[in-house]
């Protein structure tokens, strides 16, 4: 069964570095997003992605985020200057058509920020 | 964000038995409900969905019903298996947009 790739799997950062997180999408994909989920709440949105360019974003995502789809098959998620709030887990997901499609999500990144 | 509860962080049922899982909305936007399970060290995957203008889906042994004056659904699962423990998701969109999700609840099969 055609799976969506993260990595890596986990990340420790030093606050103010820069991180990127890394995602292969399913192949015919067309909807790109990431969410995450801090430890102990919920799952929350992010960013999507489509026809090369951001659709919709939260307001978690600030200047300090960035998404990119630099070679037609990779999804990447750039953090400019982590905080220690950046901590936890980073899920990539990718559909077909829009969220009634159901995503398919990755295994995520832990990202932890010391 | 409280758009999207699930009430109950955790639920034990016997091997064979249903499972029914709960869930509340509060916005009455939202046009498409999702449920998702999730094991630890993995990401959610998609088990089943309902439109709005639907009550009822089934998909094997899962259920979702729809109750849109309560503004409340529920998965059932008939039989319940021990594979099926895990964390379970229930979130909404509006339009095909972003998910909004509830806080989970942790179903234990127990053998």
């Known amino acids: 069964e055609p799976e969506v790739t993260q990595t890596p799997s986990h990340q420790v950062t030093q606050m103010g570095q820069e991180v990127i997180l890394r995602c292969v999408p399913i192949?015919?994909?067309?909807?790109f997003y990431w969410y995450r989920q801090i430890l102990g709440q919920k799952v929350e949105f992010l960013v999507s992605?489509?026809?090369?360019?951001?659709?919709?974003k939260s307001e978690i995502f600030d200047d300090q985020f960035s998404v990119e789809r630099p070679d037609g098959s990779n999804f990447t998620l750039k953090i400019r200057s982590t905080k220690l709030e950046d901590s936890a887990m980073y899920f990539c997901?990718?559909?077909?058509?829009?969220?009634?499609?159901?995503?398919?999500f990755g295994s995520g990144t832990r990202l932890t920020v010391v | 964000d409280q758009q999207v509860k699930q009430n109950s962080p955790s639920l034990s049922v016997q091997e064979g038995r249903i499972s029914i899982l709960n869930c509340d909305y509060t916005?009455?936007?939202?046009?498409?409900f999702l449920w998702y399970k999730k094991y630890p060290a993995e990401g959610p995957t998609f088990l089943i969905s309902?439109?709005?203008?639907?009550d009822k889906n089934e998909d094997g042994r899962f259920t979702v019903f729809l109750n849109k004056s309560a503004k409340h659904l529920s998965l059932h699962i008939v039989p319940s298996q021990p594979g099926d423990s895990a964390v379970y998701f229930c979130?909404?969109?509006?339009?095909?947009?972003?998910?909004?999700f509830g806080a989970g609840t942790i179903l234990r099969v127990k053998s």
């Open positions: 916005n009455s936007m939202f046009d498409y």
């Open positions: 309902i439109s709005s203008i639907k």
């Open positions: 192949s015919n994909h067309l909807y």
């Open positions: 997901a990718s559909s077909e058509g829009t969220a009634n499609y159901g995503y398919t």
């Open positions: 979130a909404a969109s509006v339009y095909g947009n972003k998910l909004v």
């Open positions: 992605f489509y026809n090369n360019e951001i659709s919709e």
